[in-house]
């Protein structure tokens, strides 16, 4: 028989064997024996099949022959356990079944037929225990007693276990005339008369020098280190190291005893006593892995690494199948930042026991190969992870998020899909169901599949509320950021999306708030700060600013020249870097005009979490501390929750974060009118004229003519354009803006995004565009541009800008409005759809291309692309509200300033006055 027919023939032999046909099966591995008498897997089958039915010396010739072809395969050695069961060999087959179970320690077969093995070793054992004890063999007793304990403890019977260390103990007080350790209760046997009690102890009776060199006490210090392990497993310590102490007073050379020692003293936060422990244990023992292993975790706390990691090359010289030697070593390289290294061991230590880690194991080397730069095998880490465990949310939660972004949309695209099939299989449960639907919500929201995404959004959110009492701490951040972000885009609906945030921003609330308790109750000195200010030296204020956003950013657009002009009202600006933030340009404007620059990993200011920007804040005396990223930066909202200043307010990079009653949200009129307090936690501040001011944009030189003539497109045409990110494209939209033009015949559209499918949003204003009988060529998609420069020269050579909705454009409308382009907008219920209209009324337009309406979207886009005088009006308009002697409010971040200090000014009165 070839290799194939051998192969064919081991299949059907299985499926008959399953099946119970045992005979025709045996046939079919005696065939095969007949050409290959070596071949483990016949010869192991064929035993196993005459030990069921019973030829028991044929089943031991068989199957001793498979074993010692393949010693280490735990299905052999179980069979070889079940043979020598049933021919009474017990402690041969003991042997067998804890071999095979060191191998594969998850085996449910193995565990079971090991405990139906004990389950008759046992009742022998406790007769052999009874003969010894009325012989007056007390040491033998407890060496029974120990061997029955620890076969409970091997098929997971910790009580059982414990019942018997307990009974072998009982009986040194016989012995000895002495009481066993408090920790030790006496036996109650039955049919044997309970041991006298005594009043002294062994080391009372300093008989420990003369019991150390008995060796009838060995197996009494072996009970009390047994007892002991398993007491500290419990969390009793105390017990523990009375037992434990007690052992070494007895056998002091006794390496197990010192390594449970060191534990002890490990679980007491006494890392040197514990080293010393486990130093000793290995000086007793130089092959003792696990008190190597033990040793280079206390090394590497305290970032020994190099010694830790000689520690773990100790273990697993001892033992190679130690698993989290691997693992402890791979974390020790991360430490002295050799990710390579770590990685290898990390590796290793899955290959020896995939389970050595859980989940969490794969994700972490995920996590690390991305963090590397290795994205598509750390992609395939976390694939490996949910095989690992299906049923691991995070793991689908952390790959899509890497996915969506590092550019791997497709793939994005399946992940999100497997999600939400996984997770509304029979079984899930609602929590399950709920957030996996936020997954495949945010990844279609991102790619610009928002209608999608709604659909997806709709389906679990009357489950989303009744199940947030049931969120972990860690579902809660996670959600409460992404929900309060992608929620505004893709519904305009204030009332029903103030529910959903409002009722996430409470559960968020509680858990800030838990976490702090909980420092306080341990003293922790993470949130030891100064709670009384210094008194004030001068009239100015003293203003913080935390963003991650100092640089080319839409944060750092807009607010550079308002913080510039600032300034001039007060030289107290403090800006607190928020996170990683790689400098450019741009940022050299905020260092040059703040009186202190915080970067975390700087004297001072070490890192950027919540607590260190609280504590700075407080020491910095300051008197209003400005958000300029809400919800994006989660350290923001637990910042904001324990107001490290009188005044706290939200501004610019995002709406309010629903986090505190006493603070404030720096708005206007137009995004926020009158009527909407309600929907919010934190007050309103509005502006007169605008949330945002600015007076230069650069731009690189552009051509009109001459690029217009590169896209091939006649001086006369009409150039629309849409710039929306991914999450801002909605169907309405795609069919509002084909509709417009549909009716402005040989106009054309720009489509530009610089986060989403690009390929995906273009097929679908393709797909438009066929269904409403326009030449889908008419759309066309710019690449993404390297800087702002490039990217603003687009608005120079288009005419009309297409806002989108529900979530309007803020820079993209910014950035048109700075280069006279006019703008149609749809004017919305939330603040985030009225963006647009609130810069357009800001930049001194009245009604021109703002629609309240679809049908009004489409009447401004085909007017504004039809007349070519009324957009030259508008061009016109807008060029003279820049004018420098009255310019309108979005081009005078001065008096946008004056007015914001003045508004600061009153609050920080009525802040005094509150505290009187």
């Known amino acids: 028989m070839d290799d194939a027919a051998v192969s064919q023939a ?71 356990g079940l043979i020598c069961h049933a021919i009474g060999s ?44 009325l012989a007056g063999s007390f040491d033998r007793v407890a060496e029974i007693e120990l061997v029955s304990g620890n076969l409970l403890l091997e098929i997971g019977d910790l009580a059982g276990a414990e019942q018997h260390y307990r009974r072998g103990l009982a009986v040194r007080p016989t012995l000895w005339g002495i009481e066993a350790p408090a920790a030790v209760i006496q036996a109650d046997r039955a049919g044997q008369p309970v041991p006298p009690k ?44 009375e037992l434990v102490t007690e052992a070494l007073a007895i056998q002091n050379a006794f390496p197990e005893a010192h390594k449970l020692l060191g534990n002890i003293m490990l679980g007491r936060g006494n890392y040197q006593e514990a080293a010393n422990a486990y130093q000793t244990a290995v000086q007793l023992n130089p092959n003792y ?11 590497l706390g305290k970032r020994q690494t190099d010694e830790a990691i000689q520690c773990f090359q100790r273990a697993i010289q001892a033992n190679p199948q130690m698993a989290q030697a691997y693992w402890s070593m791979g974390c020790a390289f991360e430490v002295a930042d050799k990710k390579e290294e770590a990685i290898q061991c990390w590796q290793q230590a899955l290959a020896v026991d995939p389970k050595v880690q859980g989940i969490q194991g794969y994700i972490r080397i995920a996590q690390t190969l991305v963090g590397m730069g290795k994205r598509p095998e750390g992609f395939e880490w976390y694939e490996r992870a949910i095989h690992f465990d299906r049923k691991h949310l995070d793991a689908h939660w952390d790959l899509m998020e890497h996915l969506l972004f590092w550019g791997y949309l ?4 399946q992940v999100a899909d497997r999600c939400w099939r996984t997770f509304n299989e029979p079984g899930s449960s609602p929590r399950e169901r709920v957030l996996a639907g936020i997954i495949s919500t945010k990844a279609f929201c991102f790619m610009g599949l928002g209608h999608v995404a709604r659909q997806r959004f709709l389906e679990i959110e009357s489950e989303f509320i009744q199940v947030i009492d049931q969120l972990s701490p860690f579902d809660i951040t996670k959600l409460y950021g992404n929900v309060l972000f992608d929620m505004p885009h893709l519904r305009d609906d204030v009332a029903a999306n103030t529910r959903v945030a409002n009722a996430l921003a409470e559960a968020y609330r509680k858990l800030v708030e838990n976490a702090f308790k909980d420092h306080q109750a341990a003293n922790s000195p993470l949130y030891a700060m100064p709670t009384n200010r210094s008194p004030r030296t001068s009239d100015r204020l003293r203003i913080g600013f935390m963003s991650r956003h100092y640089r080319r950013h839409s944060v750092g657009w807009c607010s550079g020249e308002i913080l510039t002009a600032l300034k001039e009202h007060t030289p107290h600006l403090f800006l607190y870097v928020t996170g990683d933030m790689p400098k450019d340009d741009r940022t050299k404007v905020f260092e040059g005009l703040a009186e202190k620059f915080y970067m975390p990993g700087e004297e001072g200011f070490p890192d950027a979490n919540a607590p260190t920007i609280i504590r700075r804040a407080r020491e910095d005396n300051l008197d209003i501390l400005f958000d300029l990223d809400s919800i994006t930066i989660l350290p923001h909202a637990e910042v904001l929750y324990h107001r490290p200043a009188p005044v706290c307010l939200t501004w610019l990079g995002y709406d309010a974060p629903h986090i505190c009653p006493d603070n404030y949200n720096l708005v206007d009129w137009n995004t926020h009118p009158a009527g909407v307090e309600h929907y919010y936690i934190e007050k309103l501040v509005r502006m007169s004229g605008s949330f945002a001011a600015l007076s230069y944009l650069p731009s690189v030189p552009t051509d009109r003519a001459k690029q217009r003539q590169a896209f091939r497109i006649d001086p006369n045409q009409t150039i629309f354009l849409s710039v929306p990110t991914g999450q801002k494209v909605s169907m309405e939209m795609l069919q509002a803006q084909v509709h417009v033009l549909r009716y402005v015949p040989d106009s054309i559209l720009f489509f530009k995004s610089r986060i989403g499918d690009l390929e995906l949003m273009l097929s679908l204003y393709h797909e438009e565009c066929r269904r409403q009988g326009v030449n ?48 149609v ?23 021109e291309g703002m629609a309240w309406t679809w ?62």
């Open 90 to 133: 017990w402690d041969q087959a003991l042997q067998y079944y804890t071999k095979a179970q060191k191998i594969k320690p998850d085996s449910p077969e193995v565990l079971d037929n090991l405990r139906a093995l004990v389950a008759d070793l046992l009742p022998a054992y406790s007769q052999y225990a009874q003969w010894h004890y």
């Open 855 to 916: 049908d009004e979207y489409i009447e401004w886009g085909v007017r504004l692309g039809r007349d070519r005088e009324l957009c030259n009006a508008v061009r016109h308009k807008l060029q003279q509200a820049k004018n420098p002697a009255n310019p309108a409010p979005l081009w005078n971040p001065k008096g946008f300033a004056a007015e914001m200090y003045g508004i600061l000014q009153d609050l920080r009165s009525k802040a005094e006055f509150s505290q009187v």
């Open 198 to 241: 005594a009043s002294q102890t062994t080391c009372d009776l300093g008989r420990e020098a003369d019991l150390r060199t008995m060796a009838i006490a060995v197996p009494f210090a072996q009970l009390l280190e047994r007892l002991g392990a398993l007491l500290f497993d419990r969390g009793e310590l105390d017990a523990a190291h």
């Open 289 to 299: 892995a696990e008190a190597w292993s033990n040793l280079g975790s206390i090394l």
């Open 776 to 823: 889908p060529n008419r759309v066309r998609m710019l690449p993404r541009t390297a800087s702002e420069e490039e990217h603003r020269a687009v608005y120079q050579i288009t005419d009309v800008l297409l806002d989108s909705y529900p979530y309007s454009g803020a820079t993209h409308n910014l950035e048109a409005l700075y280069f006279n382009q006019p703008i």
């Open 10 to 80: 081991l299949t059907r032999a299985i499926q008959l064997l399953r099946s119970g046909q045992l005979e025709q099966s045996g046939l079919i591995y005696k065939k095969i024996l007949e050409h290959h008498p070596n071949h483990p897997e016949a010869l192991h089958w064929f035993g196993a099949i005459a030990y069921q039915m019973g030829e028991m010396a044929i089943a031991v010739e068989y199957v001793e022959k498979a074993l010692t072809l393949t010693p280490n395969d735990p299905a052999v050695l179980n069979t070889s």
């Open 825 to 847: 907008t749809r004017v919305g219920e939330q603040s985030f759809s009225r963006l647009g209209y609130s810069l357009m009324r800001a930049a001194g337009l009245d009604q």
């Open 410 to 413: 497709p793939q994005a695209r």
